[in-house]
């Protein structure tokens, strides 16, 4: 069972597109949404994340915004560029007693000059 | 601040031998994760501990894999015996209770 479906599965944009990638779940316990950046030969590390009591947040050219009654959240990336190709990958998290972070299979992202 | 460290950066090995991938975490973080990560697959979660305790491996594949925490500053992931399907970067990551991960390098292991 997916708990989190992202898409697309890539994506090409020029220098200064506004790439989009979305991500939908279906466990409304879910409380804490990150979006990790990984380039190739590293780990992933987190990008920004937002929790569900705001429905938008930025930071820098990042953005997240979040649909609660649809279980959607996606990643705007304002004023793309090349360094900023790479695969990201959006996940879920409910606190607790089943403290875990579950991963969509991410998108791979290029910025072509 | 030293980040994760994982050892070894790349593993070759034979059908049937044994593997073990090692993980220091971050100082002070108290949560210990294992991923594994193909192109088919995606990032999978095989098991996290808290305070050294296993809490939820329902993500290890199979008997073949085991994972232990014998202190906080050291984790390991042994594969016995490895197949080619085991082939994948395997992930560490430690947090405290704060929903973020920081991620090692990985141990890129392929199994011929």
């Known amino acids: 069972q997916q708990q989190v479906k992202q898409s697309p599965q890539s994506l090409i944009v020029q220098k200064g597109g506004i790439p989009i990638i979305n991500c939908a779940y279906e466990n409304t316990a879910f409380d804490y949404f990150p979006w990790y950046q990984q380039f190739p030969g590293k780990g992933p590390a987190l990008l920004i994340a937002?929790?569900?009591?705001?429905s938008e947040k930025k930071e820098g050219r990042f953005t997240i915004s979040f649909n609660k009654s649809a279980k959607q959240f996606s990643l705007h990336i304002m004023d793309s560029q090349p360094g900023d190709s790479a695969t990201y990958f959006c996940a879920v998290y409910s606190g607790g007693s089943n403290y875990k972070l579950t991963f969509g299979k991410g998108t791979l992202l290029t910025v072509n000059p | 601040d030293a980040g994760v460290i994982q050892s070894p950066r790349h593993e070759v090995t034979e059908m049937g031998q044994e593997v073990t991938l090692r993980c220091k975490p971050i100082s002070g973080h108290d949560y210990l994760f294992w991923y594994r990560q193909t192109m088919m697959r995606g990032l999978e979660l095989l098991i996290y501990?808290?305070?050294?305790?296993?809490?939820?491996d329902s993500g290890m594949p199979e008997d073949r894999f085991s994972a232990k925490m014998p202190n906080a500053s050291f984790s390991t992931l042994k594969i016995q015996p490895s197949e080619p399907r085991d082939s994948a970067v395997y992930f560490c990551?430690?947090?405290?209770?704060?929903?973020?991960?920081?991620f090692g390098e990985g141990s890129r292991l392929t199994v011929l």
């Open positions: 937002i929790r569900p009591d705001v």
């Open positions: 501990f808290n305070n050294n305790v296993p809490i939820d």
């Open positions: 990551a430690s947090s405290r209770p704060t929903g973020e991960l920081f």
